[in-house]
């Protein structure tokens, strides 16, 4: 791997730990560092960090606060 691949992923916490828990990475990026991307998006998709994960959290937590007003009524 490249030096600017390796500090890259270790300055991620989560890009770190989803490459700990699929090897398979490590031989990806060292034949080619451009697939630092997809594994980006893969660690992303794992953890729920996209946008629209943090989008659907916080319509399921006004979701469950309107239920709970409506239960207090």
Same mark, same amino acid.
């Given at each position: 791997?490249?030096?600017?691949?390796?500090?890259?992923?270790?300055?991620? *916490?989560?890009? =770190?730990? =989803?490459? +700990?828990?699929? /090897?398979?990475?490590?031989?990806?990026?060292?034949?080619? *560092?451009?697939?630092?991307?997809?594994?980006?998006? +893969?660690?992303?998709?794992? =953890?729920?960090?996209?946008?629209?994960? +943090?989008?659907?959290?916080? /319509?399921?937590?006004?979701?469950?606060?309107?239920?709970?007003?409506?239960?207090?009524?």
């Amino acid at each position: 791997m490249d030096l600017y691949t390796i500090n890259y992923v270790k300055s991620n *916490p989560h890009i =770190y730990n =989803y490459l +700990r828990e699929n /090897s398979t990475w490590y031989k990806l990026l060292n034949r080619d *560092p451009s697939t630092l991307k997809v594994l980006e998006e +893969r660690a992303k998709e794992k =953890y729920k960090l996209r946008l629209s994960d +943090r989008l659907e959290k916080i /319509s399921n937590n006004i979701s469950l606060i309107s239920s709970f007003m409506d239960v207090l009524k």
